[in-house]
């Protein structure tokens, strides 16, 4: 709009330039009027914009106010939020602290417990063990008490074993072994019952008896016929080498008794089938 009143304005110069000089005057006036009538416009356009311009200046401050007091706003928010995020986990610190100390201190007292219960447990155990040791010391000593004498009891096993009464033998040596188990004839109780067993053919509890008698009864008159019978016992069981070698100490400790001879005579009749040599 402002290109085509300054182009009016060129023309209406040009006019004038060109028109006879009567008309001069009267469109020179017209000119000026117009001239001024724009340039009056031009003010009021120029006044307009600034007046615009203005405003939106101020309204550019206040935004830029708003969003400054906005921005703080914000700031001092995450400020805040951050210090009760660190409030709160100072506090969730602590209280993960307390409740580690409490979960040791269970830990701790759990673990007194279980010593404790054992304790208890190995009391209660004892105590039991010692009630039932206390009552089996009572009933052998009741059985004792009613038991034979022992020279009687042991004449009635021997009387049974020669007899051939096997069953009633071998229930009176144990009871001997059993009511006088630190007597001289316990150890001829114990070699009678490995005889029983080794004429039965059960070879493995014979030797379990025979060094019964030749571990706790060295000195017995039993010692040597029972280390020459476990020799027997175990040959029959097929350990010939084991057996050997219980002959072989047969005739090293007892060289001049009947049991020596008995040794020498098996490791003889074995030399040639093992070539074995005896002694």
Excluded: C
């Amino acid at each position: 709009m402002k290109s085509n009143r300054i182009a009016l304005v060129i023309a209406l110069f040009l006019a004038v330039s060109f028109a006879p000089a009567y008309g001069v005057n009267k469109d020179m006036i017209e000119l000026q009027t117009q001239v001024q009538q724009l340039q009056q416009q031009m003010t009021a356009m120029k006044q307009s914009f600034d007046e615009r311009m203005g405003v939106m200046r101020n309204l550019l401050e206040q935004n830029t106010d708003a969003a400054n007091k906005v921005t703080a706003a914000i700031n001092g928010l995450e400020a805040s939020i951050s210090k009760q995020q660190q409030d709160r986990g100072s506090q969730v610190e602590q209280i993960s602290g307390q409740i580690q100390a409490l979960t040791d201190t269970m830990d701790e007292l759990k673990v007194r417990l279980t010593k404790l219960s054992k304790q208890l447990e190995d009391l209660q155990s004892g105590q039991q063990s010692m009630a039932a040791q206390q009552a089996q010391a009572q009933q052998q000593q009741q059985a004792i008490a009613q038991a034979p004498a022992p020279d009687v009891l042991y004449n009635n096993a021997l009387r049974d074993y020669n007899g051939g009464n096997n069953d009633l033998a071998t229930q009176e040596f144990n009871d001997y072994i059993k009511f006088y188990p630190n007597t001289d004839l316990a150890g001829n109780a114990y070699f009678y019952l490995a005889e029983i067993q080794y004429k039965a053919g059960d070879y493995q509890k014979a030797i379990a008896n025979y060094d019964l008698v030749v571990q706790n009864f060295p000195s017995g008159n039993k010692a040597a016929a029972a280390q020459l019978k476990k020799g027997f016992a175990l040959i029959e069981l097929g350990k010939t080498d084991d057996g050997t070698q219980e002959l072989k100490h047969v005739i090293q400790r007892y060289p001049r008794t009947n049991e020596a001879t008995q040794a020498r005579e098996r490791l003889r009749r074995l030399a040639p089938a093992g070539q074995k040599a005896h002694q």
